[in-house]
């Protein structure tokens, strides 16, 4: 008989399917205490759905945290977690379990998830089966603790949820002290900004504030403040971003307001070589963070 022809060997057919294992869930992780929640009628399913929008949320005065990721460094930062909801039919790994045994040593409590109802209130689209409560936070201009020369990020009136959480992230990486979010258009605890921000929200000081506040405040703090405007004569990379610093950038459709191209120290603005006149503002804001992290690295200053 030709080898082609030949009939396969059991043992073949065997690690076939011997390759589909089904995975125990640690003894630790059974002996968790947790609620069995099955019904998508379930009041907790419909109040967590109801937490996406914002006027739910500030009467709770909670926010959503989905995602292991922003779980963890949500109790990394001692965030209080109040409730947990999860799911092992959508993990994504073996690393849940420690997420929830430690959310449930720091006081949260755990609820437990049909793989339907978890689906329900999910607002990834793909989720990994971790989902927090947690309570909103205020925090004030006089709240930050600054150092000598200060480096600060301003943006005003940004719409995108995602866009924020991404400059959430930006700062972070920059080493930003404090982001100032000045007349909001999205809140802080929109649950995009949190996922945006793949949890930096959790340690970046943030405040909101008017633009007015923000501007004497700063002024009186001696920090400049340095405008991003396609209008700018200044180049952003010929502009000294050392010393007490606030870079300021504006709203995706309409750039800065009137008022703080009238009252910032220094208007610069991004170089554009093709035919579009600016840059995304999360873009935009990544560009001017990090030439200022370059100069406040360099060894010698540039001109003023």
Not at 41 to 69: H, M, T
Not at 229 to 239: E, F, I, N, V
Request: neutral net charge; contains cysteine.
């Amino acid at each position: 008989m030709h080898p082609r022809l030949a009939p396969k060997a059991p043992f073949a057919s065997f690690c076939i399917f011997a390759s589909v294992v089904v995975r125990p869930y640690p003894a630790r992780f059974v002996d968790l205490p947790s609620e069995k929640i099955t019904s998508l009628q379930n009041p907790r399913v419909k109040q967590l759905v109801k937490l996406r929008d914002r006027r739910p949320r500030d009467e709770a005065g909670v926010f959503l945290i989905e995602g292991y990721r922003e779980i963890r460094r949500a109790l990394e930062k001692r965030v209080p977690l109040t409730e947990v909801y999860f799911s092992p039919d959508w993990f994504l790994g073996e690393n849940e379990p420690a997420v929830l045994e430690q959310a449930h040593r720091a006081g949260a409590k755990l609820f437990d998830l049909t793989r339907d109802v978890f689906a329900k209130v999910a607002y990834r689209e793909r989720p990994d089966g971790l989902l927090a409560v947690a309570p909103q936070w205020r925090r004030s201009l006089d709240d930050l603790l600054l150092p000598a020369e200060p480096f600060l990020l301003v943006v005003e009136s940004i719409e995108k949820p995602g866009n924020l959480g991404t400059i959430l992230r930006s700062a972070d990486a920059a080493g930003c002290q404090a982001v100032i979010v000045c007349d909001a258009v999205t809140d802080l605890f929109n649950p995009n900004v949190v996922r945006a921000s793949t949890g930096v929200l959790f340690s970046v000081p943030c405040v909101v504030a008017g633009s007015e506040d923000v501007q004497a405040w700063l002024k009186a703090r001696g920090i400049r403040t340095i405008a991003t405007t396609p209008a700018a004569q200044t180049l952003y990379s010929d502009a000294n971003l050392r010393g007490p610093l606030a870079v300021v950038m504006g709203s995706e459709q309409y750039g800065l307001s009137d008022f703080w191209l009238a009252q910032a120290d220094l208007p610069v603005r991004i170089p554009m070589a093709g035919q579009a006149d600016s840059l995304n503002v999360a873009m935009a804001t990544i560009v001017t963070l990090f030439e200022a992290v370059r100069q406040r690295s360099a060894v010698s200053p540039p001109s003023p």
